[in-house]
């Protein structure tokens, strides 16, 4: 079965702490994963993916196929980090289908 | 350039009726994802469009519909409407929906089923 898993629903920081978001994923083929971020009234939009192995706003993430996760890493967090953070695999490839973890809310304290 | 927009923002129906939605997607996308999204469920796929084809969809019953016309705007269609269906509707647009390819997705449309 095409599973992502964010095992927590909130992870709470002090600016300047490094941040790491969990993510596991089930999928029996070599899997397209995603970080999709969700801004306070702004739209979800893509904040990276693997096969780019970019960095994005000081966020990074790698693809550990052994442990079938693809965690989300800063070092040093901003409060402009504060969102909501979904994992996502493509369940198809080729093709818009998307499956989304549960999300995790980050909160980056002052 | 304009991102996908969707309509209406907000709709309120009562069970039994039956409501359409609809996403524009950026100019020249041809991919239009939808999802579902609700607090207990999270995002869930509900079907994807492209060149007017259903190309995926996900695990809703029949009486989620959707289609795509030639311009690559979509609609979705939900008949006989159940207090579950309630939730935010999102779509989401990409050029051809590669892997390479980013989706865009809109602001959503909230439906509420009394």
């Known amino acids: 079965a095409q599973r992502v898993t964010q095992p927590e629903k909130l992870l709470s920081v002090f600016k300047g702490a490094p941040v790491e978001l969990k993510c596991n994923y089930s999928?029996?083929?070599?899997?397209?994963l995603f970080w999709y971020v969700q801004y306070s009234r702004q739209r979800l939009q893509l904040l990276l993916r693997h096969i780019s192995r970019e960095s994005i706003k000081g966020f990074t993430a790698d693809l550990n196929k052994g442990e079938t996760s693809f965690h989300l890493k800063k070092p040093f967090a901003q409060e402009e980090d504060s969102a909501m953070y979904y994992c996502a695999l493509l369940g198809s490839s080729n093709t818009g289908k998307l499956i989304f973890g549960q999300g995790t809310t980050l909160q980056v304290k002052p | 350039k304009a991102g996908v927009t969707q309509t209406p923002r907000y709709l309120i129906k009562t069970r039994g009726q039956q409501v359409t939605l609809s996403c524009s997607p950026i100019?020249?996308?041809?991919?239009v994802s939808w999802y579902q999204q609700t607090p207990g469920q999270g995002l869930q796929f509900l079907f994807e469009?492209?060149?007017?084809?259903?190309?995926n969809k996900g695990n809703f019953p029949g009486r989620f519909s959707g289609r795509q016309f030639s311009n690559s705007r979509s609609e979705m269609n939900v008949s006989t409407l159940e207090l579950g269906d309630s939730a935010l509707y999102l779509c989401?647009?990409?050029?051809?929906?590669?892997?390479?390819?980013?989706?865009?997705f809109g602001p959503g449309t909230r439906l509420t089923v009394l």
């Open positions: 469009y492209f060149s007017e084809t259903q190309r």
């Open positions: 100019s020249g996308h041809r991919s």
């Open positions: 989401a647009s990409s050029l051809v929906g590669r892997v390479q390819d980013t989706q865009y």
């Open positions: 999928y029996s083929g070599s899997p397209e």
